[in-house]
């Protein structure tokens, strides 16, 4: 999940990037290029401040999403989730398991 945050922290100096970019041409106002330069610092440290908060998070994210993928195992005996008017999701099994008791589930 680090490769998330990096991926989504490059994404977005990219995006802004063209705005920063340096020319090789000398500036004709040194304190625009100073704040210029201060501007593209504090984007970059900005962006790492959210990477370290999103890492922890996406790291517990992915494994809550590995629980649920060992609990589910194969997805294809599953139907897609649907959606109840009072808004409980259901997601039924393709074929019923034989079950011994009533309301006994291996999930």
């Known amino acids: ?10 994404a977005l100096l990219l995006a802004t990037g063209p705005v920063f970019a340096q020319d090789d041409t000398p500036p004709d106002n040194p304190e625009l290029a100073e704040g210029a330069e201060l501007l593209n610092r504090g984007f ?5 401040g959210l990477a370290n908060e999103i890492e922890p998070m996406a ?10 993928v060992e609990k589910f195992g194969d997805m294809q005996v599953y139907h897609p ?18 079950t011994s008791e009533p309301g006994e589930t291996d999930i």
């Open 1 to 10: 999940m680090k490769k998330f945050a990096t991926t989504s922290a490059l």
């Open 44 to 48: 970059q440290l900005l962006l790492e």
């Open 59 to 68: 790291e517990e994210w992915s494994e809550g999403w590995a629980d649920l």
């Open 81 to 98: 989730p649907e959606v109840l008017p009072n808004g409980d999701i259901i997601i039924r099994r393709r074929t019923p398991l034989d």
